[in-house]
């Protein structure tokens, strides 16, 4: 067995009569791009909820790192080094950059808080959390704008900033939701650059329907439709795949 | 003829329960479309059954009350129109609390207007005398008007649903309630029938307040008796649920109805042991609504799921505002502080020594405002009912007192102790629930012991507890208050001063104390948690777990002020309705609100200038809760960070007056609504 970042076994989803994911088993490896996609209501969406612990799923197993989280709360998936980034941005609109950033790295840093700490000293007295937030800081290149409230960076910036919550966190792998939905080709080559650049270390899982986009990047591809697996492997063998064609390429394609 | 008497009540509570119905189907529809808390909702009731009064007097109760049932309802739904249209639009896509402090000053306005207008003596609204006549159905004797209440409530009700579900205004109210925004996407303008539903839903009010008015009798408390039922029957039911409203309002009504009736009844006689029905009037149907929140969150019939954090709308915390730097605040601060030091002096030399007392009761609210503002300014939670534990920390501190210790320190101990316990419970079993859910949750239990100290021997009922006094001092060693008297450059120093300054210590020291763990670790991620609640839990925090420990902190602090209220020596009752009572909830969150929540500074000097005003106007007019109402409604509407916000506000304005011809600035101020 070589070293699984993330395994699903048999995952189900059923809401009532519907099943949204239907015995998905996918092997995400260490350092693997892998991007899952398919065409609406094929359960991409779904699937990555079960995986970040959003919900819960009806049947199957979530293993990380050799270990089963499947009823972990999304807590303490992010604490064994599971992060996501949200479709639409998510950031703490209220507070500072660098309290974005120096919050998020708080939360993987905890061993150097202990009770007292934690309700009497200084938020910025910790010099490991400090450090990291410096360098997170410079690698999503926001050092300069650290002391302004995040609601008044661009969309772009705060797209940066989203991606600097996950990396705060210490992933070791990050899941990824649809991070360039609803932008222009610009905007979407920016994204996908600053992802390869600052996410370089980490597994990756993209949920995408932009097929060109999960072309370009992915090491492996999972394509789903009506909540089933209905093909995996490198982005040749997919573009190659005649079921993969008849399904989504060609038939359902938007 | 057991089961006869059963039958009457029965129908006495199915009478009481249209009453209901009619109340909750409009407060219902009004949150479910436009997702506004309306507070007023009992005050438009109570108009409407004033109106009728004026209707009926000069023409007579037979033609008058057909009149008035028919014009009342229509002048309270034009009444309706115009409060949406002036004050509740503006607010569209504001957090829901917004709407709970705007109906809050409306409820405030329309009383006094009321007072004004009608007096405040209990009046009779003379209904038509065949309506009085008694009839015998079945051998159950009631008279006409309950049959007449049943059948015409009944008749409005179906009339509402048939407006709701069989006409395309009702399915477009419908589907605004499912999802706004699609409503707008597609092109029609949502905000028009919002109006409608607002003025429809205040005339069902009104309808049921003259056929309430006429049932019973006509005060100006008839308001603020029934609102506190409706909102359970809406909750109950299911938020936006009509048929939710029905049958929760039938539900309450005759629960209610059945409880009071039978009260300490023996059900069964089993020899030794006797089963009664408990003496719970007043608990059982807030019990029912916990019970029916537990198990299922979204009431008996709502669909609607977890609201999504988008549609809550951000609560606007006060902010720093630029103007004032640190140091400048800190000196500012301490300024403050030094005033209020040297205030019983000047107050002595001057002969005001009364407003000693009014000083120690703002001391005692800035603390418990400080309190909520720890999880509503800081964690992004709205109690509903947070006056349980400043009631409750007086009711403990004053039995701590009778029974086992005066010293003020283990009273105050106490009082914090059991407020953070109650804190803890409550939030165990609430925190689950959001928003909206966790705002009636909240106010149900502070409603439950409300009705409970009533009950209880030991907490003396309506009467209260008294008899109690405090002594400066620990284990015996220490000085009744009563005792201290001291000269100081001849001016005595009564025990009244003496609390004041302890009260005072105490406050800076609170204050001191949150600022520090509100910028420490654990107030950086409550921050978190009111800016984005999943976001938090997606960087790896257990939000659940950070939102009850600041529920316990901020309990604690409560019950802090209401030790205080107990221990300070002009307190000589501390009674259900002075601590418990649910305008004291609205009370504290309007000078939070009022100071700028989110600076814990801010509600502090909220409390000032509340009480400091209604004591002053008070003095003046005795119109003064209309003069407060106004006051917050044009808060809410223009300064909605608060007092704290007022530097910021007028530097804007400032230099807007200054840059005259550029063009406005508006695309990044704050002010503005987001949703717009």
Known sequence: ?254 | MVLADFVEQLLNGLTVGMVYVLLAAGLSVIFGVMNVINFSHGELFALGAYFALSITNPLGAETGFWVALVAAPLIVGVIGVGIERLTIRPLYGRNPLYHILLTFGLVLVINDLVRLVWGTEQQQLVVPNFLTQPVAVFGIQLSLYNYFMIGFAAILAAGTWVLLNKTKYGMIIRAGSQDREMVRNVGIDIDRYYTLVFGVGAALAAVAGIVLGGYQNVNTTMGNSVIIPAFVVVVLGGLGSFRGAVFGGLLVGVVQTLMRAYNGTVLADLGEFTLTVPNMEGLTVFLLMIGVLLVKPQGLFGTRGEESEGGEGEILVGGDGGLLNESTKFKLGVVAVALLAIAPFALLVTGQRYYVTVLNEILIWAIFALSLDIVMGYTGLVPLGHTMFYGVGAYAAALVMLHYTSSVFLVLGAAILICAALAWIVGALSIRVSGVYFAMITLAFAELLYSAVFKFEFTGGSDGLLGFEAMMGIAGIGVPLSDIELLVLGYEIEQRIVFYYFALLLGVLSFLVARRIMNAPFGSVLQSIRESQERAKFIGYDVTKYKRRAFVLSGGVAGLSGGLLAVSPTTFIISPDQTLYWIHSGEVIVLTLLGGMGTLYGPMLGAGAFLGLEEVLSGYTDQWRMVIGSIFILFVLFVPRGLVSVPSLVAERVDRVQNEGDPPVNIDDPEVNPDD
């Open chain 1, 1 to 254: 067995m070589t070293d699984a970042v993330l395994r699903t076994d048999g995952l189900t989803k059923r809401f009532g009569e519907l099943t949204a994911v239907d015995s998905v088993s996918l092997t995400v490896e260490e350092g693997e791009f892998r991007s899952v996609i398919g065409p609406n209501g094929a359960g991409k969406t779904t699937t990555f909820n079960l995986i970040t612990g959003a919900l819960t799923p009806s049947d199957g197993i979530v293993q990380f790192k050799g270990q089963d989280i499947t009823t972990l709360p999304p807590h303490e998936r992010v604490a064994r080094g599971l992060g996501r980034s949200f479709q639409i941005t998510n950031v703490f609109s209220g507070l500072t950059v660098r309290e974005n950033v120096r919050v998020a790295a708080q939360s993987v840093n905890r061993d150097d808080i202990n009770t007292w700490t934690a309700l009497f000293q200084d938020k910025d007295d910790f010099e490991s959390i400090n450090a990291q937030t410096d360098e997170i800081l410079e690698q999503i290149g926001l050092a300069a704008r650290a002391d302004e409230p995040a609601e008044t960076l661009a969309y772009g910036d705060q797209r940066r900033l989203e991606i600097g919550l996950v990396l705060a966190t210490d992933p070791d792998l990050v899941m990824l939701d649809e991070p360039t939905a609803g932008m222009s080709s610009e905007e979407t080559q920016a994204t996908m650059d600053l992802i390869s650049d600052v996410l370089a270390d980490q597994s990756l899982m993209l949920i995408e329907h932009d097929i060109d986009l999960v072309m370009r990047v992915s090491d492996e591809i999972t394509v789903l439709t009506r909540g089933q697996e209905l093909a995996s492997g490198t982005p040749e063998e997919i573009a190659n795949s005649e079921d993969v064609r008849d399904a989504y390429l060609g038939g359902a394609r938007k």
